[in-house]
């Protein structure tokens, strides 16, 4: 009987032991195909916040206030001159703080949507990359983008008032809560999900399309970092043209006058008839560079970060 008690003990210490592999394991391909997005989507931010912030800046610039910027290199030179060189990356606290973990989700969505879809030779098809990206898209924009571009637009915003409020991220977060509760974090989610839904669902798309001309017959083909941006630089223009409409409306309705809209529709409607259908790609200049530049970059080290991983535990 001992021997029984003792056998059964070492049978269980076995399972336990194995149970913990496993979850070792399944811990390391988690962590494998979230992390390298995550570590690119870092990177990326840090180099093209500029753009991103004079294009916000000429959006949220309307007409009627009147505008203040008469262009891009206007925006770049009042803001340099009123605040410093340090002035271009105000509000890059909050966007970083959604950079890493957006595309985190992104990518790591993406690939255990792929890893589901693939062929016997790992090719992934054109259209299902497609519905790949969308469903990429779709589940940064709900976790992550919604919230973190709803707060970096506010304090943005906040910080152009003549008595700006939020004293740093948290503070502001606190204050945004406080006044409007976490729905105050989540204004615009039907615009952002379909902003980024299609933008996804585009970016992958022609990627996915480029590298697998590209590849041809072969796989395993590498591509170099060169190419990788070409295709990525490609894809993000092709995402501009696609989107801007929506990505103007879902910053307005996360600014701080975002109370003016009673819904997405309502702030579409609006802006064609006070500004006409030309405000839709009001900043399309700066967001065109912004977004080639950071969907080159990001494809880039995204890239290079598999490979990088590939020699400690298999990313792909």
């Known amino acids: 009987m001992p021997g029984i008690v003792v056998s059964t003990a070492a049978i269980l210490r076995c399972k336990a032991t194995a149970d913990s592999i496993v979850n070792y394991i399944s811990s390391l391909l988690l962590l494998s195909l979230f992390l390298p997005g995550g570590l690119a989507g870092g990177i990326e931010i840090c180099i093209t916040f500029p753009t991103e912030y004079v294009k916000t800046q000429l959006q949220l610039d309307e007409r009627a206030n009147p505008p203040r910027y008469r262009g891009i290199g206007d925006c770049v030179k009042l803001t340099v001159q009123d605040h410093g060189y340090r002035g271009l990356y105000r509000g890059l606290s909050s966007l970083l703080y959604?950079?890493?973990?957006?595309?985190?989700?992104?990518?790591?969505?993406?690939?255990?949507?792929a890893n589901t879809m693939r062929d016997s030779t790992g090719r992934l098809d054109n259209t299902r990359s497609l519905w790949c990206g969308l469903g990429a898209g779709i589940a940064e924009a709900i976790v992550v983008v919604c919230p973190m571009e709803t707060l970096k637009v506010k304090?943005?915003?906040d910080q152009c008032s003549l008595n700006p409020r939020y004293r740093g991220f948290f503070h502001g977060v606190r204050e945004i809560i406080k006044d409007q509760g976490v729905r105050g974090t989540y204004q615009g989610l039907t615009a952002t999900v379909l902003k980024q839904g299609s933008n996804q669902a585009i970016r992958f798309y022609v990627m996915n399309s480029l590298r697998n001309w590209y590849k041809g017959d072969d796989p395993r083909r590498e591509m170099h970092p060169i190419v990788t941006a070409v295709f990525g630089a490609t894809a993000g223009a092709a995402?501009?043209?696609?989107?801007?409409?929506?990505?103007?409306?879902?910053?307005?309705?996360?600014?701080?006058?975002?109370?003016?809209?009673?819904s997405t529709m309502d702030c579409a409607f609006q802006i064609i008839k006070?500004?006409?259908?030309?405000a839709f790609y009001k900043g399309t200049v700066p967001r065109l560079g912004r977004v080639c530049l950071d969907v080159a970059i990001v494809f880039v080290i995204y890239e290079e970060v598999v490979k990088l991983l590939n020699n400690v535990w298999i990313t792909d």
């Open 155 to 157: 304090f943005i915003h």
């Open 274 to 278: 006070k500004e006409g259908p030309q």
């Open 239 to 262: 995402s501009v043209f696609g989107n801007t409409p929506l990505d103007v409306v879902k910053t307005r309705m996360q600014g701080l006058d975002a109370h003016r809209y009673s």
């Open 98 to 113: 959604g950079s890493i973990p957006k595309a985190a989700v992104r990518f790591g969505t993406f690939e255990v949507l």
